[in-house]
C-alpha cells in the first residue's frame, strides 16, 4: 500500500533536507539502497529498504514538500513522524493512504503511537 506524507498548502519555498531524512532511513534499517536518478516529478530520490515486515521503498517528491511510502502501515507512520520532525512546525502536514481510503494532521510533537490511533480512529 502507497502512503503520503505531505505538506498541505504553501510550504514557502522550504524542503526537505535529504541528507537529514536519508541519515534517519538508514538509522532504522541497516541496509538502505539509495537511487538518486531522477525518474519523474514524483520520484527524485528513492530509498530502497528492508523492513521487519518486507522490502519497502520510500521516495521523494521533486520538490521536496512530499514523502510516499510503499511499507506496511507501521513503517510508514514511523516514517510520517521523521519527516514530520524535520518539517518546520508552521507548516501543516497531511498523512494519508494514496487512495484517501484515510487523512490525518501530522501535528508537530505527534508520536508513532498518537499518529498510529488517528489513522486507526480514521481508517
Keep these: 500500500m502507497t502512503f503520503l506524507v505531505v505538506v498541505e498548502g504553501d510550504a514557502g519555498g522550504w ?3 535529504s541528507d537529514a531524512l536519508t541519515e534517519a532511513i538508514r538509522g532504522q534499517w541497516s541496509e538502505v539502497e539509495i537511487d538518486s536518478m531522477h525518474r519523474s516529478e514524483a520520484r527524485s ?3 530502497q529498504f528492508q523492513t521487519e ?3 519497502g521503498e520510500a521516495y521523494l ?3 521536496g514538500t512530499c514523502l510516499y511510502m510503499d511499507v506496511w502501515k507501521e513503517d510508514a507512520i514511523w516514517l510520517a513522524i521523521v519527516f514530520r520532525e524535520l518539517t518546520p512546525m508552521d507548516l501543516d502536514l497531511v498523512f494519508c493512504d494514496e487512495g484517501y481510503a484515510f487523512d ?3 501535528r508537530a510533537g505527534t508520536s508513532e503511537a498518537e499518529l498510529t490511533h488517528l489513522v486507526n480512529a480514521a481508517d
Aim: no cysteine; net charge negative; proline share 7%.
Design 15 to 17: 524542503r526537505i533536507d
Design 45 to 47: 530520490l528513492i530509498w
Design 53 to 55: 515486515n518486507g522490502p
Design 61 to 63: 517528491h521533486e520538490d
Design 104 to 106: 490525518v494532521r501530522l
